[in-house]
């Protein structure tokens, strides 16, 4: 069968753009043979493959499964739309890179959430695999559909097509899941429910179908009820207390062909304290678990060994803000630059960004470099708890010039709370601070090569955040709003980008969604929605057709701001913060008070310390060479 599959396979790629998606046989590739395994999962990432390949999440789980001796991981992704439909003309199933083995076949799907966007590309593979849409229409011979992210900390829109969402860390609750199945089906897989039961006692396993939501004549949620005994009213995320104890891939799957990300990855820690409070990354993440210098060295020197990579990116959610920085991007790039390696920092804040950090990367070759400052006058910044002034983003920009960059990148983001057209006018100053400094550090001559570009976002409010009260700004409101910042933009050396905002209201009403979103996201599905991620295939028109369809008001959800007492559709799962903090922190934003990173100064009292027993890991300077450590292949 699976040779027949293959050939059937083959015989579609020279019809289908990028034929490289579905070819598999990468290297470093894991291929176990199926009959010696007891448990096999599918990753099914929800988009295109060069996405998908370049997310370290995916990479990491790979290896944690692939590791265990009685279980095999294999990947699949979302079909292109030209490849989807020459499958379902020929009869082909979804199937996976290493074996080419339909993905209806394996014990487990495991889709990676990421953001909302992809959630109809989910329902195509799991249309594809052959496996029912709706989780109660599922029978014990059916595959267990699981997923985690970000996202699953509101999966309530996907509630309706999910087994089971991991909220957390998936590292070491993955193997308290497989444990949990191997042992449901040799007690002889009789009743899927039970399953269900025994997963949902795992800290960081969320069961939708044994809960019931109720609401109010209004629309708004009464109240989140379990349906069974012994099943947590609220779910507490899983949380990894050492990053060091943590098995890192140093033998990653390298692409068939180019991917966004195209290059060796080393997480250097996890979680954020900084406190920005339209991140949803920076709560849920908390807080900071930093891997110690010498085995960030360590797991550097094994990637870039075995995958054969010229770029190193040393990656977190804010890396400049990593304990020992400069000595750790200082002593790589020195070490591999004699290898043609470039140690990069992709992840880059402005107040953490320092000419010593701007010297030691990039040393092989100088690219661009982006700056965040997320919000363009001092005075919004304070709003969002982006603690950055006028000076840091100057200072940034000329350390930036002073190391050799001639490309700068600067984010924002638009309609933010209480935005003003002075706080959008100062976005577009921002741009032109640029190219002064530039001359200023270059001469004219040289500052004509200079190149900015001013990016900006609509902003979308995240669960769990400070910013979950807030409403996002009307379409029309956003366009009037970039098209303001565009005024101030006269010199060419000047590219102004901007995110389109429909393709943002979307993302808020997946966002802050509950379960009758999920009617919506079916009926979008079914009217051909697919990789509304992608500006070529996103359909606003309909979208609003397939909300108006399923009686979902976009705007109940978006446009309107919600009272403190309101419960929302994420309050039952919990990454530690508490409700209480969240109201207080959005106070405090409301007054433009600031609030300081609780790594360096007193504890906030967000909570997530005292409920999960964890407190910041800040590991202590200080490097070893090659010849003081034991360099092993991890690699399963």
């Not at 990039?362 to 304070?382: Q, W």
């Amino acid at each position: 069968m699976a040779g027949t599959l293959r050939d059937r396979i083959e015989r579609l790629l020279p019809r289908v753009s990028k034929p490289a998606r579905y070819t598999g046989g990468e290297w470093n590739a894991v291929v176990k043979d199926h009959s010696k395994v007891a448990l096999k999962v599918a990753w099914t990432f929800p988009d295109a493959y060069e996405v998908g390949m370049s997310h370290l999440g995916s990479l990491i789980m790979y290896h944690q499964i692939n590791r265990r001796e009685d279980a095999c991981c294999e990947r699949a992704y979302a079909p292109w739309t030209d490849m989807e439909a020459a499958m379902r003309a020929e009869g082909i199933p979804l199937f996976t890179l290493e074996s080419w083995t339909p993905v209806g076949e394996f014990d487990i799907i495991a889709f990676p959430l990421l953001y909302e966007l992809t959630y109809t590309n989910l329902l195509t593979c799991l249309d594809l695999a052959g496996v029912p849409l709706l989780a109660a229409d599922r029978t014990e011979a059916h595959p267990l559909v699981i997923a985690g992210g970000p996202c699953a900390f509101n999966c309530e829109p996907l509630a309706p097509f999910l087994d089971v969402a991991v909220l957390g860390d998936g590292e070491e609750v993955i193997h308290e899941i497989l444990d949990a199945f191997k042992a449901w089906r040799d007690e002889g897989r009789k009743d899927r429910r039970a399953l269900l039961r025994r997963l949902a006692r795992i800290t960081g396993c969320y069961v939708p179908g044994l809960y019931e939501v109720s609401y109010n004549p209004d629309g708004t949620i009464r109240d989140y009820r379990p349906t069974e005994p012994g099943v947590p009213a609220v779910v507490d995320r899983a949380t990894v207390k050492d990053l060091d104890t943590i098995d890192f891939p140093t033998r990653p799957v390298v692409p068939n062909t180019q991917i966004v990300f195209d290059r060796a990855q080393v997480e250097v820690f996890r979680g954020c304290t900084r406190g920005c409070r339209f991140c949803h990354a920076g709560y849920i993440t908390r807080p900071v678990r930093e891997r110690s210098p010498e085995i960030v060295q360590k797991l550097a020197r094994e990637v870039v060994r075995n995958t054969g990579y010229s770029e190193l990116s040393l990656v977190s959610l804010s890396t400049a803000d990593y304990t020992d920085v400069q000595q750790t991007v200082s002593r790589l790039s020195d070490e591999l630059q004699c290898q043609g390696v470039n140690v990069t920092l992709p992840s880059t804040r402005v107040d953490a960004f320092s000419v010593a950090v701007a010297d030691a990367v990039n040393k092989v070759r100088k690219g661009s470099i982006t700056l965040a400052p997320e919000g363009g006058s001092a005075r919004i910044r304070r709003v969002i708890n982006k603690t950055v002034s006028d000076r840091d983003i100057r200072e940034a920009m000329r350390a930036a010039f002073r190391s050799g960059y001639r490309a700068v990148k600067l984010y924002f983001i638009l309609g933010l709370p209480t935005e003003t057209d002075a706080d959008l006018q100062a976005i577009a100053e921002k741009g032109q601070w640029a190219l002064e400094i530039a001359e200023e550090e270059l001469g004219r001559q040289e500052a004509r090569k200079v190149r900015v570009t001013i990016s900006v976002s609509v902003f979308v409010p995240k669960p769990h955040t400070p910013f979950q009260f807030e409403p996002q700004v009307t379409l029309e409101e956003a366009r009037r709003r970039q098209q303001y910042i565009k005024r101030f933009l006269k010199d060419r050396r000047i590219e102004y980008k901007y995110h389109e905002s429909d393709v943002s209201h979307i993302e808020a009403l997946l966002s802050l969604g509950d379960r009758r979103v999920a009617d919506a996201i079916l009926r979008a599905w079914q009217m051909g929605a697919r990789f509304d991620g992608w500006n070529e295939h996103f359909d606003y028109g309909l979208w609003l057709r397939a909300c108006a369809e399923s009686g979902v008001d976009v705007a109940f959800y978006t446009y309107r701001k919600k009272g403190y007492g309101e419960r929302f559709a994420w309050d039952h799962l919990s990454p530690g913060i508490s409700r209480e903090w969240l109201i207080d922190d959005h106070r405090r934003a409301m007054a433009e008070l600031e609030v300081e990173d609780c790594r360096w100064e007193n504890c906030d009292n967000c909570g997530v310390c005292m409920s999960y027993n964890v407190l910041p890991t800040l590991k202590p300077a200080g490097f070893v060479g090659e010849e003081e450590i034991a360099v092993t292949d991890s690699a399963g």
